[in-house]
């Protein structure tokens, strides 16, 4: 056919097939895009594992209310849940016991073109168990730096969920040794935080080192099972003239008469309004900090300050 002769008919073709492949690139661009909301849609994070108690429970109670929604979290080392943050397209937040640092905001306001959100939401301690049959409860900072750096010999041994990548194993390095490795020989890794508990359990001397969530909440029906086997030790107040010992509670986490807290924070590798941020705001808020509160986290929800009227007659 002689294009010559039909230029209408070509200019009709041409028109046809530049609309098929713009329809063909919209649909391609729908599929590849995120169609989650806060209210339904389903997404995958990564939580470190430390928090899994209480995490679920945020998950189940936000899943019950917004029954279109499904969470897929996978519990693992600190470590890991920042791995699958750079590495994992599909993965959408974690939570982790640190913000990220500057660069890491860089690299990924390179790589994505925005920054990750990221916000701190409840305090956690660090418990210090020992088993049931132990009299030795008392516990002060410069000890447990002694026996980590195996000057206190190897009687004891102080149980960790796991050798390398943890938030346990970082914050012990951190805060405890002062950036110096600890002695190997003095420290026993398991798997998880479950596995420390149950080692605790079954060995005189052993002391292990667990988040609060863990071991914290009287309402806990397996958690006050769990104190028929293990104790939950007092550990060393600088700060206090009452008491020179505490345990922890939210009261202490709050006023920091408990030495050992560090914070939790979501990463929200998110820059629209989708599940993730909703889930984000409701951990956030009052009915995610609830949860905090009930798993004897410390919440940090911002409370409003009114001007109000006493009457003083009352």
Not at 82 to 109: H, P
Not at 140 to 156: A, H, V
């Amino acid at each position: 056919m002689d294009r010559n002769q039909y230029p209408g008919l070509y200019r009709w073709i041409g028109s046809l097939l530049l609309l098929l492949a713009m329809a063909a690139c919209n649909d391609g661009e729908k599929k590849a895009g995120f169609t989650d909301s806060p209210k339904q849609g389903t997404i995958n994070i990564s939580v470190d594992e430390s928090f899994r108690p209480v995490i679920e429970e945020e998950i189940r109670v936000y899943e019950a209310l917004f029954p279109g929604t499904r969470i897929n979290a996978a519990y693992k080392p600190e470590a890991s849940c920042f791995k699958d943050l750079f590495s994992d397209t599909m993965n959408r937040m974690i939570i982790v016991t640190r913000g990220l640092n500057k660069e890491e905001a860089r690299f990924y306001n390179d790589s994505l073109g925005f920054t990750p959100v990221s916000d701190r939401i409840a305090a956690d301690a660090i418990t210090v168990v020992v088993n049931k049959g132990s009299t030795d409860t008392l516990f002060t900072l410069n000890r447990l730096e002694q026996q980590l750096s195996g000057k206190l010999g190897s009687r004891q041994l102080i149980v960790f969920d796991g050798l390398n990548a943890t938030s346990t194993v970082r914050y012990a390095v951190d805060s405890l040794l002062h950036g110096a490795a600890f002695d190997s020989s003095v420290v026993r890794a398991v798997r998880n935080s479950a596995e420390v508990l149950d080692y605790v359990a079954a060995n005189p001397d052993a002391i292990g080192l667990v988040g609060i969530s863990w071991i914290g909440n009287p309402e806990d029906t397996a958690q006050v099972n769990l104190l028929k086997k293990i104790k939950i030790a007092y550990l060393e107040c600088i700060y206090c003239a009452d008491s020179p010992y505490v345990k922890p509670t939210q009261a202490s986490i709050i006023s920091r008469r408990y030495p050992l807290v560090r914070g939790l924070y979501y990463i929200l590798k998110e820059n629209y309004n989708g599940l993730g941020s909703g889930f984000a705001s409701f951990l956030k808020y009052q009915k995610g900090q609830l949860i905090f509160r009930r798993a004897y986290l410390a919440p940090v929800m911002d409370f409003g300050i009114r001007d109000v009227k006493i009457n003083e007659k009352l």
